[in-house]
């Protein structure tokens, strides 16, 4: 429906990627999705799965891959990750522009959690889910884009506080 591929090619084709170099995986939710869905029905929801999907083609560089997990989930998977985080901020940007279905205007947001390899992880598991709670974060923020290395270097200082205060006590 969307153009884009489904979790089947990112369970084939993350593997080769990561064998091949670094990657970043962004994970994303689109946010209001499901109240846009509700009002203005299934059709237009379809429509806007359609438009993010171009917008994600559209910003995806040619090695990368784009894929609709299912609902309102994509995940882009950047092949040359040393701009992860201005990518991320793309996404964020060019989701969170107005959509225009049917004579409506839609507004939506996106929550992006991204994980790079080797650093968040060397094996498609472990940055998919790397990248998923860097997504909750972000879900928990109302939205933007969270850094699993935020993540890591946040759990690292809490561990360290905690072994202090236990050294301490």
């Known amino acids: ?3 884009v591929s489904n979790r089947s090619v990112l369970a084939r084709d993350l593997p080769v990627m990561l064998s091949a170099g670094m990657v970043a995986v962004h994970t994303l939710d689109l946010d ?3 109240e846009a869905n509700d009002r203005f029905g299934h059709p ?7 438009q993010v999907a171009g917008r994600l083609k559209a910003l995806a560089g040619p090695d990368d891959l784009v894929i609709r997990m299912g609902g309102d989930e994509f995940v ?8 992860a985080e201005a990518m ?6 060019s989701i969170g522009t107005p959509y225009e279905v049917d004579g409506q205007v839609i507004e939506l947001g996106a929550s992006v959690g991204v994980a790079v390899a080797p650093d968040d992880g060397r094996t498609a598991e472990a940055l998919l ?4 709670k860097a997504l909750y974060r972000a879900k928990q923020n109302r939205g933007g884009y969270v850094l699993a290395s ?3 270097m946040a759990d690292n200082a809490t561990a360290s506080r905690q072994a202090v205060e236990g050294v301490a006590a």
């Open 76 to 83: 882009l998977v950047q092949r040359a990750a040393s701009d």
């Open 44 to 50: 237009a929801g379809d429509a806007l799965l359609k």
């Open 32 to 34: 209001r999705f499901k």
């Open 1 to 3: 429906m969307t153009g």
């Open 150 to 152: 935020e993540l890591r």
């Open 129 to 132: 889910s790397r990248s998923d």
């Open 88 to 93: 991320a901020r793309r996404i964020v940007q």
